[in-house]
Nanobody, 125 residues
Framework: QVQLVESGGGLVQPGGSLRLSCVLS????????MAWFRQAPGKEREFVAT????????IYDDSVAGRFTISRDSAQRTVYLQMNSLKPDDTAVYYC??????????????????WGQGTQITVSS
């Protein structure tokens, strides 16, 4: 069983930056891909970004490309989401997710096996 613990959420003004962290609770040998999703009030959870654990290949949703950066530190068993130029539309609960299978997609919730508890990001002046 893998547990994911997110941190780094909070309130930030438009144009500001935040960095989220997601720590994996145990050995990551079976992890193929990590991702960040978000869910705004009244909306469905949506894909934000993903990174493969071994090779570090990344993919971003168009809404965050060029502003957000996903990265990982294998030694620390941690995945990060650096968020710059934040907008009010980025307000949501952000979730970290882990995928063990190499098959299947990367942007669908059902492709992921483990989830964190979520951390709130509020972008407001």
């Amino acid at each position: 069983q893998v547990q994911l613990v997110e941190s780094g959420g909070g309130l930030v003004q438009p144009g500001g930056s935040l960095r989220l962290s997601c720590v994996l609770s145990r050995r990551t040998v079976s992890i193929y891909r990590m991702a960040w999703f978000r869910q705004a009030p009244g909306k469905e959870r949506e894909f934000v970004a993903t990174i493969t654990w071994t090779s570090g290949n990344t993919i971003y949703d168009d809404s965050v490309a060029g502003r957000f950066t996903i990265s990982r530190d294998s030694a620390q068993r941690t995945v990060y989401l650096q968020m710059n130029s934040l907008k009010p539309d980025d307000t949501a609960v952000y979730y970290c997710a882990a995928k063990t299978r190499t098959s299947g997609g990367y942007s669908q919730e059902g492709a992921y096996d483990y989830w964190g508890q979520g951390t709130q990001i509020t972008v407001s002046s």
